[in-house]
């Protein structure tokens, strides 16, 4: 099944307690492979794996901010981490699986926030920002 994100229309799928399990990067093309993507549909629950491609994506806008704790806060309303493109992010955690909690969606931005879980660390808190002019295409 394929569906193309209509910028104007509620997206059907939720990707709350989704895992992006790969990163592909290829020019102003960035695809998410994920563990299951969810739909809700006269009240029941189906789940799927699949990915989303996003075209047109303009890399340099794109990022992954990744917190130092586990939490994100050293203490109250404090919190260091660092920003990371895309490709950095696939270098220095290789096999990191991004857990999303939270997605937003608003003009030509998407916001994934949640946790990245690498190796038998502590989950690190992660906040995701995509910038695209192309679509956003579900391929489950």
């Given at each position: 099944m394929?569906?193309?994100?209509?910028?104007?229309?509620?997206?059907?799928?939720?990707l709350h307690d989704s895992r992006i399990t790969?990163?592909?990067?290829?020019?102003?093309?960035?695809?998410?492979k994920f563990d299951r993507i969810f739909q809700y549909?006269?009240?029941?629950e189906k789940w799927f794996p699949g990915i989303i491609e996003f075209?047109?994506?303009?890399?340099e806008e794109?990022?992954?901010?990744?917190?130092?704790?586990?939490?994100?806060?050293?203490?109250?309303?404090l919190f260091s981490g660092e920003t990371l493109s895309f490709e950095e992010f696939k270098e220095k955690y290789p096999s990191a699986?991004?857990?999303?909690?939270?997605?937003g969606y608003c003009g030509?931005?998407?916001t994934y926030r949640g946790y990245?879980?690498?190796?038998?660390?502590?989950?690190?808190v992660g906040i995701m920002t995509i910038f695209n002019l192309g679509n956003m295409i579900y391929r489950l």
């Amino acid at each position: 099944m394929e569906y193309i994100r209509d910028r104007k229309s509620t997206v059907p799928f939720s990707l709350h307690d989704s895992r992006i399990t790969q990163i592909d990067v290829n020019d102003d093309r960035l695809v998410l492979k994920f563990d299951r993507i969810f739909q809700y549909t006269d009240d029941e629950e189906k789940w799927f794996p699949g990915i989303i491609e996003f075209t047109k994506t303009d890399m340099e806008e794109c990022e992954i901010m990744v917190f130092d704790t586990p939490y994100g806060f050293e203490g109250e309303k404090l919190f260091s981490g660092e920003t990371l493109s895309f490709e950095e992010f696939k270098e220095k955690y290789p096999s990191a699986e991004f857990e999303i909690i939270t997605e937003g969606y608003c003009g030509y931005d998407t916001t994934y926030r949640g946790y990245i879980w690498y190796k038998d660390e502590e989950p690190m808190v992660g906040i995701m920002t995509i910038f695209n002019l192309g679509n956003m295409i579900y391929r489950l």
